[in-house]
């Protein structure tokens, strides 16, 4: 019996607008094409779920936030499961605070809402941040502490504070190779 063809007609069409709405951007201070964060967090998700509308929401998780795309034209182009799980994981920025002072503040409120997230939100987030921590090992390794200034707040101390308090609001996850790959990242860096 032949394998039926795996439908990605939704998740083709994300990648696209994701590629389209992230043109021409550079991750920060990385030298590469943005896009290549949102594939890496897609492909982690991916080791979760089969889901394709879970792994489109993680290929357009930073449309909203980094980008001038909007949660209605997200709901517009992909429905409403998508639209609301990439506003879910999009930071909210103040109004007349900057992103410095915000900081702190910013993160704690997305790790609270992400301490009662559902699991699919928790998957995208988990693919989102491990990204983020693997490349976070890789500059550590190469700069040491000098990394720290190509970030909003300058202080590890914050960082490993954000990062252990993510992986506690995400630990249902923890039967996942992603989690744990994420918290081995984190010890790697910050210590045990």
């Given at each position: 019996m032949a394998n039926m063809p795996l439908n990605t007609e939704l998740l083709d069409r994300a990648i696209i607008f994701a590629v389209q709405a992230h043109a021409g951007t550079e991750r920060r201070g990385k030298g590469f094409p943005y896009i290549?964060?949102?594939?890496?967090?897609?492909?982690?998700v991916s080791t979760m779920t089969a889901d394709q509308e879970l792994l489109s929401a993680a290929a357009l998780h930073d449309t909203v936030e980094d980008t001038d795309v909007t949660v209605e034209e997200l709901r517009a182009q992909f429905g409403d499961r998508i639209a609301a799980l990439v506003a879910q994981e999009s930071d909210e920025m103040p109004e007349g605070v900057s992103e410095e002072e915000s900081w702190r503040a910013r993160k704690q409120a997305g790790i609270d809402r992400l301490a009662s997230a559902s699991r699919e939100l928790k998957m995208i987030t988990l693919g989102d941040k491990l990204s983020n921590m693997r490349a976070i090992a890789r500059d550590y390794a190469e700069k040491?502490?000098?990394?720290?200034?190509?970030?909003?707040?300058?202080?590890?101390?914050?960082?490993?504070?954000?990062?252990r308090s993510l992986a506690a609001a995400l630990s249902e996850l923890q039967d996942t190779a992603a989690y744990q790959e994420f918290v081995a990242l984190i010890d790697q860096v910050f210590g045990k």
């Open positions: 290549v964060h949102p594939m890496e967090a897609m492909a982690i040491g502490d000098e990394l720290w200034n190509l970030f909003h707040s300058k202080d590890p101390k914050e960082h490993a504070w954000r990062y």
